[in-house]
């Protein structure tokens, strides 16, 4: 495993956001727990707005929030899945 693993949402091409695959356990589930956390928070206003009161770039930018966040945590989480191996 190299050292720095590429974030599966980076552009194409471009590996800028970049996971440290030494960190240490308590730092990448520190890492994974507050992207999912606040994934799941964004979500959690999602379920409160209603089509009356909210505007639908709200709503999409809700969703891609929600979306890069989680599949950061799951890249972060995969890391360490990745170390059992």
């Given at each position: 495993?190299?050292?720095?693993?590429?974030?599966?949402?980076?552009?194409?091409?471009?590996?800028?956001?970049?996971?440290?695959?030494?960190?240490?356990?308590?730092?990448?589930?520190?890492?994974?727990?507050?992207r999912?956390q606040?994934?799941?928070?964004?979500?959690?206003?999602?379920?409160?707005?209603?089509?009356?009161?909210?505007?639908?770039?709200?709503?999409?930018?809700?969703?891609?929030?929600?979306?890069?966040?989680?599949?950061?945590g799951?890249?972060?989480?995969?890391?360490?899945?990745?170390?059992?191996?």
């Amino acid at each position: 495993m190299s050292d720095f693993l590429p974030q599966t949402d980076n552009p194409v091409g471009s590996d800028v956001l970049l996971i440290d695959t030494r960190a240490s356990v308590a730092a990448l589930l520190t890492c994974a727990e507050h992207r999912i956390q606040a994934a799941k928070n964004l979500l959690r206003c999602l379920s409160h707005m209603n089509t009356y009161s909210s505007d639908p770039h709200d709503l999409s930018a809700v969703c891609e929030a929600s979306s890069l966040l989680l599949q950061e945590g799951c890249d972060v989480l995969g890391v360490l899945v990745m170390r059992e191996m």
